[in-house]
């Protein structure tokens, strides 16, 4: 879609109207329903309600969110420069990476309801966001590892014998050969990476239960125990806002990166 | 002419290349190249063409024989300091780059003095008539200017040859007989050395002072052909009798090495 054209303003801002439209209806219709057909507010509560739950719990539900949120970005941050620098090594050194890849897909394949009791046991109840942290990046780690040591073999066979003419050292030929070609690569694994973390973090406080975790997720559990159920809503709405933002920064930092070249990014005017 | 200049540029003696699969791509491959002159190897797809061309830069060692530089001097680590430029049959352009970026690779991985890089490269753009392009990026280019910002790579070092693999295979006919009288121009003006690899034999006669022809299974060489007509060539070159007797000449040469050739 282009910002100027045929299409007109009605298409451009046709791109927000329609779904900000058709999800006012929704809760319009929402609203009407459970009060017509008299929903108990412990199954599904009505959006007014969600919205005042919203307001009166909002100060402890922002402090949820921020505790969830720096869990969250704390694994991804750490995903993006552990599997970058993981993956630049296993190219760099075939016998590392022949060593250790089998634990990095072990580590991969085990899900992380299972090892959260465990490291939740190591780390120790009183550094809890430590140990979620850890299990988030553990969800989180892994495509951006594979997708680096993937991309960093991908170079174009051509350019690699150019290099190789122009007595390109092994440094250079990172810099201006490996590490471009991977970066659509690496890119694409951030994004798979930042969903990632933030379902790690949410199912890592789930397996935690309670002792000192407050983030988002245990105010779900919580809630669903008082049977508060406007409040869970509320609490998942923040989740998934949350989650819609980090979306649209890795999308973000994709389009910045890549738009002046790559195919993936680029509008093609036929 | 150069062409009597005693000590050739490169010499290759005796080459045989057998890869590690056990092809034997070139076998006896002798051949002398002259500084100034504009060389072809013809021959028909397979034949070693390519393996012979990236075996003269220096990637690729051949299983047996030797390739020398009797007149360019050596680097500290005993290799010819071959100043080569080379143009494969793919632009090979780095899609991430802008136009001028992509010029300026050969200056970026070699360490030279970086003073008039720009200059160089901005001179290097306005042979191939690319000035305007310097910060476009290689997908807003055609096909054609692709393959001339791969030249004006190949040139920005001022290397004394130039090494083209088949670089104008991919293009349309117009487009070709353009870039092939820019070409021209340009060797007459610079008169660098030139080796050209092609599959067509028109392309072949109408560029080059000598002509290589060669056979494959295994790559050998079955003939050669010096093209004593003057320069500059154009539209009238192309359709006078001289022209069409080398092509005749060519053509049958190639014809004999393969009917020999009882794959084919
Ligand atoms: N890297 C390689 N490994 C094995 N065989 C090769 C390789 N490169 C080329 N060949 C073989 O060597 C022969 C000559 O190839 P090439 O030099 O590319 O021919 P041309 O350029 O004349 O078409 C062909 O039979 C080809 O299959
Ligand atoms: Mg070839």
Redesign the pocket.
């Known amino acids: 879609m282009s910002s100027s054209g045929p299409e007109g303003p009605w298409a451009r801002h046709s791109r927000y109207a329609l779904p900000a439209g058709a999800g006012i209806l929704f809760l319009a219709a929402w609203e009407w329903a459970v009060a017509a057909w008299n929903v108990p507010k412990f199954v599904l509560p009505a959006p007014s309600l969600i919205a005042a739950a919203l307001i009166n719990d909002g100060p402890s539900l922002m402090q949820s969110l921020w505790f969830t949120t720096k869990v969250t970005l704390g694994a991804f941050l750490s995903a993006v420069a552990t599997g970058i620098s993981l993956g630049v090594l296993f190219t760099l050194n075939r016998t590392l990476e022949r060593t250790l890849w089998p634990y990095a897909v072990m580590l991969q394949v085990t899900p992380v309801v299972a090892i959260a009791p465990l490291v939740i046991i190591w780390v120790g109840f009183e550094k809890l966001w430590l140990a979620l942290l850890i299990l988030a990046w553990l969800v989180a780690f892994f495509p951006i590892l594979s997708n680096t040591t993937i991309g960093l073999a991908s170079a174009d066979h051509g350019l690699k014998n150019l290099f190789e003419l122009y007595g390109a050292s092994r440094w250079k030929r990172f810099r201006y050969l490996q590490f471009p070609s991977a970066l659509p690569y690496i890119l694409g694994g951030v994004r798979v990476s930042g969903g990632l973390a933030l379902i790690g973090a949410v199912v890592a406080e789930f397996v935690a239960g309670s002792g000192t975790a407050t983030g988002l997720a245990w105010r779900i559990v919580e809630s669903g125990n008082m049977l508060n159920i406007p409040r869970m809503f509320a609490a998942l709405l923040m989740l998934s806002v949350f989650g819609i933002v980090l979306f649209y920064l890795t999308m973000w930092l994709q389009w910045a990166l890549l738009h002046r070249w790559h195919e993936s990014q680029v509008r093609r005017e036929n | 002419m150069p062409m009597s200049e005693t000590k050739p540029l490169v010499r290759l003696a005796g080459i045989r290349k057998v890869?590690s699969?056990g092809?034997e791509?070139i076998r006896g491959l002798d051949l002398d190249v002259r500084s100034g002159e504009f060389i072809s190897l013809l021959?028909p797809?397979?034949?070693?063409?390519?393996?012979a061309l990236r075996m003269i830069a220096g990637l690729g060692e051949p299983s047996e024989g030797s390739i020398d530089w009797p007149s360019s001097s050596y680097d500290a680590a005993g290799r010819p300091e071959r100043e080569i430029g080379f143009v494969f049959q793919e632009p090979t352009l780095m899609p991430w780059a802008t136009v001028f970026d992509n010029v300026a690779l050969p200056f970026t991985l070699k360490d030279r003095p970086k003073g008039d890089v720009a200059t160089r490269v901005q001179e290097a753009l306005a042979m191939v008539g690319l000035d305007r392009f310097a910060k476009s990026y290689p997908r807003e280019l055609s096909g054609g200017m692709k393959m001339r910002v791969s030249i004006a790579r190949a040139l920005v070092l001022r290397p004394k040859v130039l090494l083209m693999d088949e670089p104008f295979a991919a293009l349309d006919e117009i487009t070709r007989f353009k870039l092939n009288n820019d070409l021209l121009a340009l060797w007459e003006k610079q008169r660098w050395t030139v080796v050209f690899?092609t599959h067509s034999v028109y392309e072949s006669v109408y560029l080059s002072t000598r002509i290589v022809v060669m056979a494959a299974r295994p790559?050998r060489v079955v003939g050669e052909l010096a093209v004593p007509a003057p320069y500059p060539r154009g539209t009238d070159f192309r359709t006078s009798q001289p022209y069409n007797d080398l092509c005749r000449n060519v053509s049958e040469m190639l014809d004999r090495a393969m009917d020999a050739d009882p794959a084919m």
């Open positions: 890869f699969n092809t791509a021959g797809s397979g034949c070693g063409k390519s393996t690899v790559g």
